[in-house]
Structures are given as structure tokens and as C-alpha cells.
Nanobody
Framework: QVQLVESGGGLVQAGGSLRLSCAAS????????MAWFRQALGKEREFVAG???????????DSVKGRFTISRDNAKNTVYRVYLQMNSLKPEDTAVYYC????????????????WGQGTQVTVSS
């Protein structure tokens, strides 16, 4: 059974930092590209950052370049982990953040991702 479980969300003041984590299991995720998306209240889900299989390159939304960093770990006990380090957070970064997996590289559309987590809430206060 495929599972993607996000953690690390919370409430932070503007200018602060958070580190999100995604634990992925049930597939050989070393052959999948992984990504983070977010969805603010009343808005569509949007791409944030992606990383290729085995860490082969990263890509980011313009709105987070220079502030967010995506990384991943090799599997430990069949669990793969993907991280999103978020620095210099802004109120407009407030959203539910989702982890997702796809077999393609450089993809940014939600329909291109096969597996999704349930999300973790990030709230940035001004």
C-alpha cells in the first residue's frame, strides 16, 4: 500500500523557518520524482518544488526560489523521505502543503502526479 505522510507544519511568524518532511512507502520511490504542492484556502493547488529520482536535479516555483529548498534521502527500512526547508516565510505562504510522487521529471501540474499525501498545514502570521 502506497503511503505518503507529511509532517512538520505549524504556525510561524513572518520571516521564520519551517522544515516539512514527507515519509513515502509502498513503492520504490528512488525511481520517482517527488514534489511539494500547496493549496491556500479558496485557491487551486499549486506546484512549489520538485526533485528528481535519486536527487537528480531540482525545480522550483518562482514564488519560492531562493527561500525554499527541497531534498530527499535514500530509503531506510523501505521508507523514503523528502524534505522542504522553508526560510524567510511570508503570510502568502500560508497553505496546506502536500507531498506528491510522479515518474516524470520537471513536472509541475497536479494531474501529472500519481500519489499524494494528506497534507500538513503551514500558517505564517504577519
Amino acid at each position: 500500500q502506497v503511503q505518503l505522510v507529511e509532517s512538520g507544519g505549524g504556525l510561524v511568524q513572518a520571516g521564520g523557518s519551517l522544515r516539512l518532511s514527507c515519509a513515502a512507502s509502498g513503492r520504490t520511490f528512488s525511481s520517482y520524482a517527488m514534489a511539494w504542492f500547496r493549496q491556500a484556502l479558496g485557491k487551486e493547488r499549486e506546484f512549489v518544488a520538485g526533485i528528481g529520482w535519486s536527487g537528480s536535479g531540482t525545480w522550483y516555483a518562482d514564488s519560492v526560489k531562493g527561500r525554499f529548498t527541497i531534498s530527499r534521502d535514500n530509503a531506510k527500512n523501505t521508507v523514503y523521505r523528502v524534505y522542504l526547508q522553508m526560510n524567510s516565510l511570508k503570510p502568502e505562504d500560508t497553505a496546506v502543503y502536500y507531498c506528491a510522487a510522479s515518474t516524470g521529471w520537471g513536472l509541475t501540474e497536479t494531474y501529472e502526479y500519481y500519489y499524494w499525501g494528506q497534507g500538513t498545514q503551514v500558517t505564517v502570521s504577519s
